[in-house]
């Protein structure tokens, strides 16, 4: 019904910077809250930046002033805009979306396959 294709991950020096999208695709009639979420090797996934369909952005502490999340309504892309990056953010990220589905008028949650993002020297 509904499919999340993420990008943009791959391997990264300390300090750099790299941009993930995620486009959603399939029976939408609207998209609530869009987020990215991330899981490190034997750690519990979570949240790192959230963005309402109105703009309003809520970050994790460990990324604040160093992510920047942003959403083009129309192409029903959410963007994660990843500077300043550190060792410890490497994980899988994932894209999360709260879509109302075309004709059913149903709310679901859906998942992308997640991206690698590695930081390393």
């Known amino acids: 019904q509904v499919q999340l294709v993420e990008s943009g991950g791959g391997l990264v020096q300390p300090g750099g910077s790299l941009r993930l999208s995620c486009a959603a695709s399939?029976?939408?009639?609207?998209?609530?809250?869009m987020a990215w979420y991330r899981q490190a090797p034997g750690k519990q996934r979570e949240l790192v930046a959230s963005i309402t369909s109105g703009g309003s952005t809520n970050y994790a502490d460990s990324v604040k002033d160093r992510f920047t999340i942003s959403r083009d309504n129309a192409q029903n892309t959410v963007y994660l805009q990843m500077s300043s990056l550190k060792p410890e953010d490497t994980a899988v990220y994932y894209c999360?979306?709260?879509?109302?589905?075309?004709?059913?008028?149903?709310?679901?949650?859906?998942w992308g396959q997640g991206t690698q993002v590695t930081v390393s020297s």
């Open positions: 999360n979306a709260y879509v109302t589905l075309r004709f059913t008028f149903q709310s679901k949650a859906y």
């Open positions: 399939g029976s939408i009639s609207g998209i609530n809250t």
